[in-house]
């Protein structure tokens, strides 16, 4: 087990390595100049000249990319001054020379062109937003999804299998964006009051006399529009899966032993037909961190996807490739935990 994780960690961190190559180059090539779009466009030229200075763009391409993996990486060269060690939190490991030394610290994702405010600091404020978003949305696709589609599977080819297979078309066939602009409207205005809620907002505001407080009413309509696809992927998985294991002949011979039929389904049918499930779960948490960005800006959600999405638009090189980053580790840190989750689940698979 210890070696097979060693190794997928190992494999991990190369795909982490090929993201950051790609995406550093692929924002670097842009027609764009960060110094100009943080100065604006009537800046002069040594007030341009000062900001590429300051963030290193005055360099060539590739001393750049060294520069940023060289922060990046949790084992860097750093300078043994009061400031560096201030800016990166460093622990030093060895010294190189003088002025140089090899030193341990957490990821340095740089400063923010526009606001100047460590990247990392500014996904943490809003990366809980976002967390939450989707662990609700996913909570709503599992609950309901992986009911509808034992359901289903167990009235095959009745009026209720037959709802639930439209319900599940419906739901891959809509956009996330078109769906969040109708629920939205139905929900947040036309029906605003019955349902209490509202169109737009965040899980914090501000309130004047209360300063900051928290408000899991603006996570419904976001969640809900979010969690539709993942469960209507849910719902056509269990569906097949448990249609396939409700046929295989441990199941005959529990109906005939006579055991009640809420014990056959869901302690025998259904553990057994949950690892497709499983791997669509994990696959769509991780996707709804990547997916949420139109879902926060339909309902104005402040988020990770909000923050990358006003990031692109002023060209914000550092937060955009942070958030990239942060949703691709999310990626990999929920591959590995499927495969440990599998044989927890299955006793069959084993992992070698």
């Not at 003088?98 to 990821?107: D, G, N, Y």
């Not at 606001?115 to 996913?138: F, Q, R, S, Y």
């Not at 359901?151 to 297979?165: E, G, K, P």
């Not at 009051?193 to 509202?198: A, C, D, K």
Request: aromatic share 12%.
């Amino acid at each position: 087990m210890l070696r097979y994780l060693f190794r997928k960690i190992g494999y991990s961190l190369a795909v982490m390595l090929g993201i950051v190559v790609v995406v550093f180059f692929l924002f670097n090539i842009l027609p764009v100049d960060p110094a100009r779009m943080t100065q604006g466009q009537r800046s002069d030229v040594q007030s341009l000249e000062a900001v590429r200075k300051e963030f290193g763009l005055d360099k060539p391409l590739p001393v750049q990319f060294a520069y940023y993996l060289n922060d990046l990486l949790p084992i860097g060269i750093h300078e043994r001054t009061a400031e560096a060690k201030e800016q990166y939190g460093y622990v030093q490991i060895l010294p190189i020379s003088k002025t140089h030394a090899l030193c341990l610290k957490w990821p340095y994702l740089r400063r923010s062109y526009q606001t100047h405010k460590e990247v990392a600091a500014l996904l943490l404020e809003v990366i809980p937003n976002t967390l939450a978003l989707a662990t609700v949305a996913m909570l709503i696709a599992i609950v309901i999804g992986v009911f509808l589609g034992v359901v289903s599977a167990v009235h095959q080819n009745t009026w209720i299998d037959r709802l639930a297979v439209s319900f599940s078309v419906l739901g891959v066939s809509t956009p996330s964006f078109f769906a969040g602009i109708v629920i939205a409207w139905l929900f947040g205005f036309v029906w605003s009051r019955y349902t209490g809620l509202s169109m737009t907002g965040s899980l914090y505001s501000y309130d004047p006399f209360k300063g900051e407080v928290m408000t899991w009413s603006n996570i419904i309509l976001p969640a809900v529009t979010l969690g539709l696809r993942p469960l209507a992927i849910i719902v056509q998985l269990t569906r097949s899966s448990m249609l396939e294991v409700l046929s295989q002949d441990y199941i005959r011979t529990a109906k005939a032993k006579g055991l009640d039929g809420n014990t056959i389904v869901y302690r025998h049918a259904l553990p057994n037909a949950l690892n497709p499930v499983i791997t669509a779960i994990a696959n769509w948490f991780a996707s709804l961190m990547a997916g949420s960005f139109f879902v926060e800006y339909v309902f104005g959600y402040n988020g990770l996807g909000k923050v990358t999405v006003d990031a692109l638009e002023m060209s914000d090189f550092p937060v955009i490739i942070g958030s990239i980053l942060f949703i691709a580790f999310i990626f990999v840190v929920i591959n590995i935990l499927v495969d440990i989750v599998y044989v927890w689940i299955d006793p069959r698979v084993k992992l070698n």
